[in-house]
Every structure is written in structure tokens, then in C-alpha cells.
């Protein structure tokens, strides 16, 4: 396997500092931590390239908060000054790495994402009678760190960059529940770094196991074939492969599932012939709305969040068979402020 060095040059060079800050500022314009930062942009870059240069960068706390939608989840929102480092590391890493992922792991890919996941799922729906989907317990909160690093040092032979590697998993143990392993929930590279740690398996199935039929996003996959028995096998093996990684299946979360019958995956269930909205997801949405109007009649919410809210959920229900849906959603939620007035 080659190996990589010379590479923190790369990540430290104020042209891709600027792209990194480019990238931590989508989404986030109105946050005031960043307009803090771009006020004085080429200044905070000049500084955070010396710290990184002279190894004297540190990288800080998190901010934790909890979501419960679709599931609670604690996440741990590393503050703005280390997201431009992390995307500054991506930035060099990502291409790198990315040549070594299967074709069907989907997240945090350039060109890939939940949308193309669900098309690839839909497509092996046509072509295989069962699936089995596998989720793993608790999975961020069970990556065992110093396994994770192994595995980077396989790609990567610079010791610097091996050094802010180490600092950003490190920071980990600053996040509650994160003191002996895991990685939280929430950043860039973690995101990154769960992908690169489940790599092995996707080449285990695909080519050891010989499954054609196989997505992952993330900590979630799916393994399609003709077969029922053939699936229970690999689950086994999967499981296996897993243990070594100081990972476990949640075994009343794995079940094989006809095609032909719809699956849940992403918020959809999805058939060979179709895709419909989860219920739970529809009313749960609704409720959001019923939310962002009350925030809006109150004008505590600021008009493009409520557009943003809105276009975000059309853009990814319109990739299931929803038209009805959508009206019967949006008809009864008037807002008191029209576009483009804040």
C-alpha cells in the first residue's frame, strides 16, 4: 500500500487555510463566532498557520447539545477556529483516502451522499428478492481510537501531519461519554475518520464475501441477495469482522427484509417499484413547521432560516414519490413575513 509524505505543507499553506475557512463558513454565515472570524480573516489564517507551523496549536473544547429527532444523539461542536483546521486537513486527506473507499460507501464523498445511497439501494431492490441492513451499536461512541490511527498511518507517512491527526483525536477525550474511546459526534473528521474505520469491512464484503449487492452510509449498510440463509452467513461474518474492531451489531436492529415489500432507509421506504415517505417522518416535519410559524408570528426567527428549513425538507422528499404529500404538508402553514423580507 503507498504510502504519503511531505504533506503538511499542503495543509498548513494559506491557500488551502483560505478554502478550509471557505468550506467551515457554508451554512454558518450568520453564526457570530464565524463573522468574528472572517471580520479579520487573513490575520486569524496568518495565526492559525503559525500554531499549526510551530506545533504550538491546540485544539479546544466542544460545545455539546443534545438532538432528539430522529433519535437522541449527543453532539459535540468543536468551536469555529478548529473547523477551518479540520477542513484544512480533509482538504489534503479526503483525495487521498477517498481512492481507497469501495464505490458503495456514500457519506462524506464527494459526488455521493444520502440522495445517490437511496438511488443505488432502489437499484439493487430491482435486481435482489432480500436485504438485510446492519446497524452497529452505538458506533462513534465504540471507535477505538488508537485502532483508527493504524489505520492512517498505513496512508500517511508524514509525521507532522500525523502529529495534527493525533491533536484532533486527542480533543476527543474532552467530550463526555469520550474518555477512553470514540470520537464525537458532529465534526468534519469524525465523519471522515468513521469512514476510513469501517473501509476494511466494505472490501471484506465486496470483495472476500463477494457481495455485489452492498451500501453503506456511514455506520449504516445494507446487503442485498437471492438468498435468506446466504444473508444470515454474512451477517455472522460481519459480525466477526466487527469484534476486532471492538464493534457489535444491534442485533434487534438486524432483519432481513423482502424487497418487493418496501424497506425503511433514510427516512423513506423504498421498493423496487417506488419510494414513500415515512409517516413518523411527515408528522414529525409538520411539527417543525407548526414550530417555525409560531417563531415567525412571534418574529423570533429570521426569514431564510424558515426558506432554508422549508427547500431543505422539499429537496430531499421530492426524491420519493411525494407530490400529494408535499401540498398536504405545506397547504395549511401560512407565514406572516414573505420572501426576501427578514
Given at each position: 500500500?503507498?504510502?504519503?509524505?511531505?504533506?503538511?505543507?499542503?495543509?498548513?499553506?494559506?491557500?488551502?487555510?483560505?478554502?478550509?475557512?471557505?468550506?467551515?463558513?457554508?451554512?454558518?454565515?450568520?453564526?457570530?463566532?464565524?463573522?468574528?472570524?472572517?471580520?479579520?480573516?487573513?490575520?486569524?489564517?496568518?495565526?492559525?498557520?503559525?500554531?499549526?507551523?510551530?506545533?504550538?496549536?491546540?485544539?479546544?473544547?466542544?460545545?455539546?447539545?443534545?438532538?432528539?429527532?430522529?433519535?437522541?444523539?449527543?453532539?459535540?461542536?468543536?468551536?469555529?477556529?478548529?473547523?477551518?483546521?479540520?477542513?484544512?486537513?480533509h482538504n489534503i486527506l479526503g483525495p487521498i483516502f477517498d481512492s481507497t473507499f469501495v464505490f458503495d460507501s456514500y457519506a462524506t464523498r464527494l459526488g455521493k451522499g444520502t440522495h445517490r445511497a437511496i438511488d443505488r439501494f432502489q437499484e439493487f431492490a430491482r435486481r435482489y428478492r432480500y436485504v438485510i441492513k446492519c446497524d452497529i451499536k452505538k458506533y462513534f461512541f465504540n471507535i477505538d481510537r488508537n485502532i483508527l490511527f493504524d489505520f492512517i498511518c498505513k496512508k500517511v507517512a508524514c509525521l507532522d501531519t500525523l502529529w495534527m491527526i493525533r491533536e484532533v483525536l486527542d480533543s476527543s477525550t474532552r467530550c463526555p461519554g469520550f474518555e477512553e474511546k470514540g470520537i464525537p459526534i458532529g465534526n468534519l473528521t469524525s465523519q471522515f475518520f468513521a469512514n476510513i474505520y469501517l473501509n476494511g469491512l466494505d472490501h471484506l464484503i465486496k470483495e472476500d464475501m463477494l457481495c455485489k449487492g452492498y451500501v453503506r452510509y456511514m455506520d449504516d449498510s445494507v446487503i442485498f441477495d437471492d438468498?435468506?440463509?446466504?444473508?444470515?452467513?454474512?451477517?455472522?461474518?460481519?459480525?466477526?469482522?466487527?469484534?476486532?474492531?471492538?464493534?457489535?451489531?444491534?442485533?434487534?436492529?438486524?432483519?432481513?427484509?423482502?424487497?418487493?415489500?418496501?424497506?425503511?432507509?433514510?427516512?423513506?421506504?423504498?421498493?423496487?417499484?417506488?419510494?414513500?415517505?415515512?409517516?413518523?417522518?411527515?408528522?414529525?416535519?409538520?411539527?417543525?413547521?407548526?414550530?417555525?410559524?409560531?417563531?415567525?408570528?412571534?418574529?423570533l426567527v429570521k426569514w431564510h432560516h424558515v426558506r432554508q428549513s422549508v427547500q431543505s425538507w422539499i429537496g430531499h422528499v421530492k426524491h420519493a414519490n411525494s407530490y400529494k404529500i408535499r401540498d398536504l404538508v405545506l397547504k395549511d402553514i401560512v407565514f406572516q413575513r414573505q420572501a426576501g423580507v427578514d
Amino acid at each position: 500500500m503507498r504510502t504519503h509524505n511531505n504533506l503538511f505543507e499542503k495543509i498548513v499553506s494559506f491557500e488551502n487555510l483560505l478554502l478550509a475557512a471557505k468550506f467551515a463558513r457554508r451554512g454558518k454565515r450568520q453564526k457570530y463566532a464565524t463573522a468574528r472570524f472572517n471580520l479579520d480573516l487573513e490575520c486569524e489564517l496568518w495565526r492559525l498557520q503559525n500554531e499549526l507551523v510551530t506545533k504550538s496549536w491546540r485544539h479546544g473544547g466542544y460545545h455539546n447539545f443534545k438532538i432528539f429527532e430522529p433519535k437522541e444523539r449527543l453532539i459535540s461542536a468543536a468551536s469555529y477556529r478548529d473547523r477551518v483546521a479540520h477542513h484544512a486537513l480533509h482538504n489534503i486527506l479526503g483525495p487521498i483516502f477517498d481512492s481507497t473507499f469501495v464505490f458503495d460507501s456514500y457519506a462524506t464523498r464527494l459526488g455521493k451522499g444520502t440522495h445517490r445511497a437511496i438511488d443505488r439501494f432502489q437499484e439493487f431492490a430491482r435486481r435482489y428478492r432480500y436485504v438485510i441492513k446492519c446497524d452497529i451499536k452505538k458506533y462513534f461512541f465504540n471507535i477505538d481510537r488508537n485502532i483508527l490511527f493504524d489505520f492512517i498511518c498505513k496512508k500517511v507517512a508524514c509525521l507532522d501531519t500525523l502529529w495534527m491527526i493525533r491533536e484532533v483525536l486527542d480533543s476527543s477525550t474532552r467530550c463526555p461519554g469520550f474518555e477512553e474511546k470514540g470520537i464525537p459526534i458532529g465534526n468534519l473528521t469524525s465523519q471522515f475518520f468513521a469512514n476510513i474505520y469501517l473501509n476494511g469491512l466494505d472490501h471484506l464484503i465486496k470483495e472476500d464475501m463477494l457481495c455485489k449487492g452492498y451500501v453503506r452510509y456511514m455506520d449504516d449498510s445494507v446487503i442485498f441477495d437471492d438468498d435468506k440463509s446466504h444473508l444470515w452467513q454474512i451477517k455472522t461474518k460481519v459480525s466477526e469482522c466487527l469484534a476486532r474492531l471492538g464493534l457489535e451489531l444491534h442485533e434487534n436492529k438486524c432483519r432481513i427484509y423482502r424487497t418487493s415489500h418496501g424497506v425503511p432507509f433514510f427516512g423513506m421506504i423504498i421498493f423496487d417499484t417506488h419510494r414513500r415517505i415515512k409517516r413518523q417522518n411527515l408528522i414529525r416535519y409538520k411539527r417543525r413547521l407548526k414550530r417555525l410559524q409560531g417563531l415567525d408570528r412571534d418574529g423570533l426567527v429570521k426569514w431564510h432560516h424558515v426558506r432554508q428549513s422549508v427547500q431543505s425538507w422539499i429537496g430531499h422528499v421530492k426524491h420519493a414519490n411525494s407530490y400529494k404529500i408535499r401540498d398536504l404538508v405545506l397547504k395549511d402553514i401560512v407565514f406572516q413575513r414573505q420572501a426576501g423580507v427578514d
